[in-house]
């Protein structure tokens, strides 16, 4: 991979579902091919969007103002941080983007998507990852991981239906972009999920 070449590449998967376990040895594995890498996250990515994510992650509200905050964040970010850094011809790689407002504000709490998809209009402008791989596995599974690992914030508190309805938010959204996302079925061992990642990168050539 040339050092110009622009890519945006976004993690995606329920709470638990291992994404985070992965980023760095994808971002390890494009450096080493030669790209100038900038690690990103959403809710965030900015200090005004780490403000919002703040309020986002402890605030009660109601669902609309939680996917107008959101949004507001993503707006900043992408406008401050990614839309610089693809257009400086690097690699930006974020844990989560907007497919995660789909499944979580979505399909999770309920709201109109026909809403969200028009706030990801005025927001993103067009602009999509070239990559998402969704961490795909059961609710329970993620639960259990996450039981294991720390305290559950706003969201982590919620229950397995909840989770499952994010879940097939995340498959309607695959299904729609299919040249975009590739499923990784994140229900086995680090081993097997780390070889279908690098799989996924192989087959674009990255
Ligand atoms: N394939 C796996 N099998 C078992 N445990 C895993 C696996 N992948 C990650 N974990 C563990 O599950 C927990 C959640 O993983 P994490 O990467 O933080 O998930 P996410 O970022 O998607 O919320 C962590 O404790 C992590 O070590
Ligand atoms: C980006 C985004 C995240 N979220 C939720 C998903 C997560 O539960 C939470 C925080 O995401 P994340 O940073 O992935 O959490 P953690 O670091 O604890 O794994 O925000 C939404 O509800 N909508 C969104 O648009």
């Known amino acids: 991979m040339s050092s110009s070449s622009a890519r945006f590449i976004s993690f995606e998967g329920i709470d638990g579902a291992g994404k985070s376990t992965h980023i760095e040895a994808v971002s390890a594995r494009l450096r080493e091919r030669g790209a100038t890498v900038l690690n990103t996250r959403e809710p965030g990515g900015t200090p005004l969007a780490e403000t ?113 309805r994010v879940r097939a938010g995340y498959a309607a959204r695959a299904a729609a972009a299919p040249q975009r996302f590739v499923r990784i079925d994140a229900s086995g061992d680090i081993a097997s999920v780390a070889a279908q990642v690098a799989a996924a990168l192989e087959a674009r050539g990255w």
């Open 52 to 164: 919002l994510r703040g309020l986002f992650l402890h605030e009660g509200m109601d669902h609309l103002t939680e996917a107008l905050l959101v949004f507001a964040g993503r707006r900043d970010h992408l406008v401050k941080v990614i839309e610089p850094a693809l257009a400086a011809g690097q690699t930006v790689v974020c844990d989560r983007f907007a497919d995660a407002s789909f499944a979580y504000q979505g399909h999770g709490r309920g709201m109109d998507l026909q809403v969200l998809a028009t706030l990801e209009q005025w927001v993103l402008q067009g602009r999509q990852p070239d990559l998402t791989l969704w961490f795909d596995l059961p609710a329970e599974q993620a639960a259990q991981r996450r039981a294991a690992a720390r305290e559950a914030d706003r969201f982590e508190q919620q229950d397995l239906d909840f989770f499952n």
